[in-house]
């Protein structure tokens, strides 16, 4: 029989846990070649409207494979439910049996995509972060500060949102757990104040302008994971030294540098994969006052990965 | 919380109910466009040699969603574990909740093709069967006659298999049960003896001659899945008077008639799917000496039906 972990006991794993370790070689293994992503499977239903995607695969010659159902159904709070919902399978990739049940209802999602944030800042970053921006006060929001601080020190957070409702409850709440936060409600204050910035918003226009990005500013996106979205001024490609992405075969159809290789303000053969990053340092930073971007629109091997993390602190403890 | 449905609750469950109408149900809404099936998920493994597919489709406006994982992990009998593995999750339409995981290890892929035979039968056979061959003594073989005794009085049964220790314990196991077993190693004996003949072999070359078969015969043949299966000489569609498959789709690149429709011996203009023989009765047998022939390949709507067949059996008990 599988083991069923419910969302308290997976939250409660990773507390125990430092899940980048495995997510970093997950993206060095990814950029080597050595993961299977077949194409994701999707299902579409309209009364309710509703959509549910399937992603799985795996490294080879790992132990395990992962299948992931995750689904969006929008008028699910109109009865009390959230929107979002999902789990994880882990199978044994010997034996085709299952092994575990990930009821994480979305959540690993969220701090894959957080951890896959605090990886780009840790290789990416200037040395000495003065100050954080975060342009959106959501949950992704909330838990990229989080996973940052495991990998860089800074001093102060600046975060914008969409009203001081949104903003009040973000301070309160990351207050709480010992950050000191500033709020805004204008992006350009971002810039100035900041020389690490994370963009986790569903905007479908630019919100951060080219000219008040400062040298020595590095910026990770990862709230655009369509052909649509967009948090970033398509000029912010030309003033980088370095654009880095989760994905090369994802940037060329959805985010950022989807849109940027549209506006001619970058080209493929200048973005690297952060695998290759990790693995080489060449491929990092060289100087302080460099601007450098990352572009991250989520690939399964950081779920592969987030959910073995998981099974792996359950099944050893 | 979704509930875990181990196998023998499963088996337990489909003692209680007859899941032949929701699998009728199912074909129906398939040949009426009312299924949504997305392309099949695969993961092919080499070291050691397994393969996974997801299954995934739905009915519109039904109540649920399924989402079947079957794997085939060859070398897992020398470690004393069966190669066949698999479960079913059953998600809400409406909201995109997990309510049951139904861990059937493939046991409801084997249901659902023999009630898909049992159909077959029953609107396609001859009104009175003297004797029904079976091709193949395996478990499909076994299955195929249980689900067939719901539908269909017939007095002996003739079964073809490799060896007599294959068929002496298909004979015993068979007659455990009530039924009246006959043996042969020629398949030409099951042709001439028997006037409803399921094969469920794994075979690729033909084992049916078409000159063995008898007028007023209906053949269902279940075993050919791929393109390279086959059970059936394609001559036999020539003397048939209704093909009839489960998929149109589906036939035009595997089992018999993809085989047939290679040697000119059937066209797709001649075929009709089951579902509209279920549904509309011009379409079914006209005269008792006509030769039939079904050609199943195995449909995800089948695995949407009879995982909630077993499901409404648990949820209402």
Redesign the interface.
Known sequence: ??V?V?LEEIQKALRTIDPLPLIEEGFVAYSAGRV?V??V???I?E??P?D?H?K???IR?DDL?V?K?A???YD?PK?G?PSG?G?M?L?S??????EA?L?DEGYLTNVRTAVAGAIAAKYLAPRHVRCVGILGAGTQGRMQLEYLRKVKAFGEVIVWGLDNEELDAYRRDMEALGFKIKTTLEPADVASAANLIVTCTPSKKPLLRADWIRPGTHITAVGADTPEKQELDSAIFKKASRVVVDSLRQAESRGEVFKALAAGTVRMSDVVEIGRVIADERMRRSAEDEITVADLTGVAVQDIQISKAVWNALRLA
Chains 1, 2 share one sequence.
């Open positions: 029989m599988p069923i419910p299977v077949p194409p499977g999707e299902m239903f009364n309710p509703g549910v399937i799985y695969g795996f010659d494979f299948i159902v689904s969006g159904f699910n009865i439910l919902n789990l399978l199978f990739q010997k034996t085709g049996e299952l049940i009821l």
